[in-house]
Every structure is written in C-alpha cells, then in structure tokens.
C-alpha cells in the first residue's frame, strides 16, 4: 500500500475532516472510492503530523487485519526517530499491538486509556503518549464519536478549538 489507511472503509481520512475542517468528507472522494491523498499529504505536512508504523516487519498469523493477528518481527527504531525529531511532543498510537511496542520500547509501564495519555520523559524532554480509538470500522464506534476522542487530542496538541 502506498500511503497510510487507503482502505476506503477505514475512517481515519474522515476522522480528520471532521476534527479540522467540521466535515467527513472533505479528504474522500465518493465518486471514485478513495481518498484524496495528495491534499492529506500537504495537509499532514502543513501541520507537522508525521505517520509511520511501529514495526517495519509484521507476520499475519491468521487472515485477519486484527492486531491480535499480528506478530512484530522487526520493531521500528522508534528511539531513532524520537531522537531525529526534536520538535516531537506527542505520540499517538490506533491500535493495541502499536500501543505494546511503544510502551516497551520507552519502557512506559502504564499504557493510556483509549482517548486519553501518559507522560513519560525521553531524551531529557517530557513526551505524551496518546492511545486514540482505532479508525477501523470494525472499531465498535461510529466515525463522530472517534473524532471527539481524536478532537481531544488535536485540541491539546494545537492549542486549538475542534468540532
């Protein structure tokens, strides 16, 4: 896949649209079934949000898309990128198996909530963990309730008003 969350089920383009631009829609393209890729990249760019994945190797144990599913053959360097990114203050992960190999790759003991955070310190700077719903649709949440939990999040990062 070439960029992330291209499933045109999944609701992460639309959890988005809601939070900054109060419309699910604005990044889908109904006609085609898709989304608009290159207005989220230079959204995302505009807005410092960077997206990679916690593990560059994955082993599906079943044919399913459910972490539960998932075995982390090669972790990220996530250390690495903590470092090469010294503007980094928040950390947002969407799913529990993401949520696993950060906590144990910055040694956090007590994983947050879904919608909320911990802090933890790295690198001589405090940084927040933040474990949003997963925008899957198999997610037993409709699209608008994810966006609040995310609304949340972007609102604390920001500094700005959502929804």
């Given amino acids: 896949m070439h960029f992330y969350y291209p ?8 959890i988005f649209g809601l939070c900054f631009f109060h419309d699910k829609l604005h990044f889908v393209n ?8 290159d207005d989220i990249k230079v959204f995302l760019n505009e807005r410092g949000i960077g997206l990679y994945d916690t593990a560059t190797a994955v082993r599906r ?14 972790p990220t360097d996530l250390k690495a990128m903590a470092d090469a990114l010294p503007s ?10 993401a949520t ?4 144990q790759c910055f040694g956090i003991d007590v994983q947050p909530k879904v919608g909320g955070f911990v802090e933890f310190g790295y690198g001589g700077r405090r940084l ?28 604390s990062v920001y500094s700005m008003d959502v929804f």
Avoid at 30 to 37: C, D, I, V
Avoid at 61 to 74: H, P, Y
Avoid at 100 to 103: E, F, K, P
């Fill in 100 to 103: 696993d190999v950060l906590c």
């Fill in 7 to 14: 499933n045109f089920t999944n609701d992460m383009w639309r």
């Fill in 128 to 155: 927040r963990l933040w474990r949003m719903p997963s925008s899957s649709r198999a997610y037993p949440m409709k699209v608008e309730r994810k966006a609040e939990f995310y609304g949340v999040m972007f609102a």
């Fill in 30 to 37: 109904n006609e085609a079934k898709t989304f608009r890729l």
């Fill in 88 to 97: 980094l203050t928040d950390i947002v992960t969407t799913g529990q198996k």
């Fill in 61 to 74: 144990l079943k044919n399913t898309a459910s972490d539960k599913d998932l075995e982390v053959v090669t």
